[in-house]
């Protein structure tokens, strides 16, 4: 079984390492080492260039600003660069006080890109393009009152306002649709390894479904003899002790004993090839079908049904052999069955067996005997797990299995579509 592969998470963003670990505590709070290096570095970068400013420009007054405006921009701009560390819980709020604040502030210049960095990254272009198009919007006025020389070549200033906030927009909406597509590529391979958990299940499932009704079908038939023999001997026996038959000889002895044994190891070696099938791997070199009945065995199975009292009548058509193994199998089973429901619910009955040819495109395989006296055809017998394990091989061949009492019969019949 192939490993899945370790992942770093320390080295992953929070979003992505939610999804990497779904049973963590979703929010967007939740920093990864990453998030906390990443954020460090931000605020650094943004208060470096807030002093920068604020010792270069806002101090010696170089731009002229009013006295009042000397002490908003530091102001506003401290409040912007602290605005970082909520800019995954808050990202719109943060983003439209770096457009309204930021804009009109010169110590927020770096804070207020990494935040419109941040709103394109966390909300997309429906958030990130007008929040950053009013920024642009109130920088213009600003400048053009400010700067000097700016009222002169205003063209320039605007081209360079509009494409700086289109290369940050831009650049968080590309790291935004990398991430999405890491986080497409791994939910369908979740869905897929989903699936497949699903199809291997479905498959144990139906394997575990075949092998018991091979092992249903296996030992009824066995037991089932085996209850025959020994019912007869205990029968006569009893007789014998009461005086209403003579004791049964050795050699009867020996012969009921001796069909009791042999059906008892046949039992036990049909059973250890079923159970063969569990100890094999699914595509193991090693890995072979155990040896399945074909229709060429069902005269043995009738002669050891008549060995045990069972009279039955039988017809086979020829050139069954010709048939797919699966519909030898399932003929087999069917008649197997059959043999087997006779002799629990209706001893000594005779038994007619008919397997027709696939001369018009089916099979047709039809097991009567006389019913149990009272029953009727909602009160069908051996209505357990062999009958409904017969009607689903049945259906597997697009086939269908009946049963019914008529005329004082009972009658399993099945007809199978096939093709030699």
Same mark, same amino acid.
């Given at each position: 079984?192939?490993?899945?592969?370790?992942?770093?998470?320390?080295?992953?963003?929070?979003?992505?390492?939610?999804?990497?670990?779904?049973?963590?505590? =979703?929010?967007?709070?939740?920093?990864?080492?990453?998030?906390?290096?990443?954020?460090?570095?931000?605020?650094?970068?943004?208060?470096?260039?807030?002093?920068?400013?604020?010792?270069?420009?806002?101090?010696?007054?170089?731009?002229?600003?009013?006295?009042?405006?000397?002490?908003?921009?530091?102001?506003?701009?401290? /409040?912007?660069?602290?605005?970082?560390?909520?800019? &995954?819980?808050?990202?719109?709020?943060?983003?439209?006080?770096?457009?309204?604040?930021? /804009?009109?502030?010169?110590?927020? /210049?770096?804070?207020?890109?990494?935040?419109?960095?941040?709103?394109?990254?966390? %909300?997309?272009?429906?958030?990130?393009?007008?929040? $950053?198009?009013?920024?642009?919007?109130?920088?213009?006025?600003?400048?053009?009152?400010?700067?000097?020389?700016?009222?002169?070549?205003?063209?320039?200033?605007?081209?360079?306002?509009?494409?700086?906030?289109?290369?940050?927009?831009?650049?968080?909406?590309?790291?935004?649709? %990398?991430?999405?597509?890491?986080?497409?590529?791994?939910?369908?391979? @979740?869905?897929? &390894?989903?699936?497949? $958990?699903?199809?291997?299940?479905? =498959? &144990? %499932?139906?394997? &575990?479904? *075949?092998? /018991?009704?091979?092992?249903?079908?296996?030992?009824?038939?066995?037991?089932?003899?085996?209850?025959?023999?020994?019912?007869?001997?205990?029968?006569?026996?009893?007789?014998?002790?009461?005086?209403?038959?003579?004791?049964?000889?050795?050699?009867?002895?020996? @012969?009921?004993?001796?069909?009791? *044994?042999?059906?008892?190891?046949?039992?036990?070696?049909?059973?250890?090839?079923?159970?063969?099938?569990?100890?094999?791997?699914?595509?193991?070199?090693?890995?072979?079908?155990?040896?399945?009945?074909?229709?060429? %065995?069902?005269?043995?199975? #009738?002669?050891?049904?008549?060995?045990?009292?069972?009279?039955?009548?039988? @017809?086979?058509?020829?050139?069954?052999?010709?048939?797919?193994?699966?519909?030898?199998?399932?003929?087999? *089973?069917?008649?197997?069955?059959? #043999?087997?429901?006779?002799?629990?619910?209706?001893?000594?009955?005779?038994?007619?067996?008919?397997?027709? @040819?696939?001369?018009?495109?089916?099979?047709?395989?039809?097991?009567?005997?006389?019913?149990?006296?009272?029953?009727? $055809?909602?009160? #069908?017998?051996?209505?357990?797990?062999?009958?409904?394990?017969?009607?689903?091989?049945?259906?597997?061949?697009?086939?269908?299995?009946?049963?019914?009492?008529?005329?004082?019969?009972?009658?399993?019949?099945?007809?199978?579509?096939?093709?030699?």
């Amino acid at each position: 079984m192939a490993m899945t592969p370790s992942v770093d998470r320390w080295m992953l963003p929070g979003e992505l390492a939610r999804a990497d670990e779904p049973g963590e505590r =979703s929010g967007a709070d939740r920093r990864t080492p990453r998030d906390w290096a990443v954020d460090l570095t931000m605020f650094a970068i943004a208060a470096l260039v807030w002093l920068a400013e604020l010792a270069y420009f806002v101090v010696p007054d170089v731009l002229g600003l009013p006295g009042w405006a000397q002490i908003a921009d530091p102001v506003a701009g401290a /409040a912007v660069c602290l605005a970082i560390w909520w800019r &995954r819980r808050f990202p719109v709020v943060t983003g439209l006080l770096a457009g309204t604040a930021g /804009a009109l502030a010169n110590t927020a /210049a770096a804070a207020m890109i990494l935040l419109l960095f941040s709103l394109a990254l966390h %909300r997309g272009w429906k958030a990130a393009v007008p929040i $950053t198009a009013v920024a642009v919007l109130i920088s213009v006025p600003y400048i053009y009152l400010s700067f000097p020389n700016a009222d002169r070549q205003p063209l320039p200033w605007l081209v360079s306002l509009v494409l700086g906030g289109a290369l940050v927009v831009t650049a968080g909406l590309a790291v935004r649709a %990398r991430r999405q597509v890491v986080l497409a590529l791994r939910m369908r391979a @979740d869905a897929e &390894r989903r699936g497949h $958990t699903h199809e291997l299940e479905e =498959s &144990r %499932r139906a394997e &575990r479904q *075949r092998i /018991a009704r091979e092992m249903h079908d296996v030992l009824a038939h066995r037991i089932s003899l085996l209850a025959v023999h020994a019912g007869a001997l205990e029968y006569r026996t009893k007789q014998a002790e009461q005086g209403a038959a003579p004791e049964p000889s050795a050699a009867e002895v020996r @012969d009921v004993v001796g069909v009791v *044994r042999s059906n008892a190891n046949l039992a036990l070696e049909e059973l250890r090839e079923v159970l063969d099938l569990l100890r094999q791997e699914p595509d193991g070199e090693n890995g072979r079908e155990a040896p399945q009945p074909t229709a060429d %065995r069902l005269p043995d199975l #009738l002669d050891e049904a008549r060995r045990s009292g069972q009279q039955i009548r039988a @017809d086979f058509a020829a050139g069954l052999g010709k048939l797919r193994p699966q519909v030898q199998r399932t003929i087999y *089973r069917i008649v197997q069955e059959g #043999l087997t429901n006779a002799r629990k619910h209706a001893p000594g009955a005779a038994v007619d067996v008919l397997v027709s @040819d696939a001369a018009a495109g089916e099979v047709l395989v039809q097991v009567a005997n006389a019913a149990p006296i009272g029953v009727t $055809t909602s009160e #069908l017998p051996g209505a357990g797990a062999g009958l409904i394990g017969l009607a689903e091989r049945v259906a597997l061949h697009g086939g269908e299995l009946t049963r019914e009492i008529s005329e004082g019969e009972f009658r399993m019949r099945a007809r199978i579509p096939c093709t030699s």
